[in-house]
């Protein structure tokens, strides 16, 4: 079987420890989970987990049956291969001299990227697309003198909603 990238939406009541028992639920399978992002909903009490791994069909729904009768799991929803929005967020921060100001200026300028931050001798850049989108950028960034950088890993919505909860 083919093994991709599978894009995982988790709700789950909002409690301590919760996270580290589904995150135990890959571990123990084996997969490392690639990018995971955490937030509460609309309702407080609930959280939504979105998680990317890399594994065959399989593999996914063993996981998903095995996270569905946890405890403190509302719903699981596979968003791999459905219509759904993804995207990451990353912010880069450069090292800016007067000789590569400009070029870097008329870069981000020419992408729409943002300056989210800035001194006489750094700027932060604030990205935002899918994972080729960051990948490329940061190739396009190297050059010009990145500092540091961290991203949020994948957010993801589906366009249509299959429940009625968060």
């Known amino acids: 079987m083919e093994i991709k990238e599978n894009t995982i939406s988790i709700l789950v009541n909002n409690k301590p420890d919760v996270m580290a028992r589904i995150a135990g639920t890959f571990s123990g399978r084996g997969f490392n989970i690639e990018t995971i992002a955490v937030n509460v909903t609309k309702d407080p009490n609930i959280s939504k987990i979105i998680l990317t791994i890399f594994g065959n069909q399989d ?9 569905k009768r946890m405890l403190d799991v509302i719903q699981v929803d596979d968003l791999t291969g459905r219509d759904a929005i993804r995207r990451e967020m990353i912010l880069v921060r450069m090292k800016t001299t007067e ?12 992408y729409k990227w943002k300056i989210v931050s800035s001194s006489p001798d ?7 697309g899918h994972r ?3 990948e490329n950028a940061l190739a396009i960034l190297e050059p010009l003198g990145i500092d540091d950088f961290t991203r949020t890993g994948t957010v993801a919505l589906a366009r249509q909603n299959n429940n009625s909860r968060g």
Do not use: G, S
Request: proline share 0%.
């Open 59 to 67: 593999t996914i729904t063993k996981i998903e049956k095995q996270l």
């Open 99 to 110: 000789e590569q100001r400009t070029q870097l200026t008329k870069t981000i300028d020419t």
């Open 122 to 128: 750094y700027c932060i850049v604030e990205i935002t």
């Open 132 to 134: 080729d989108d960051i």
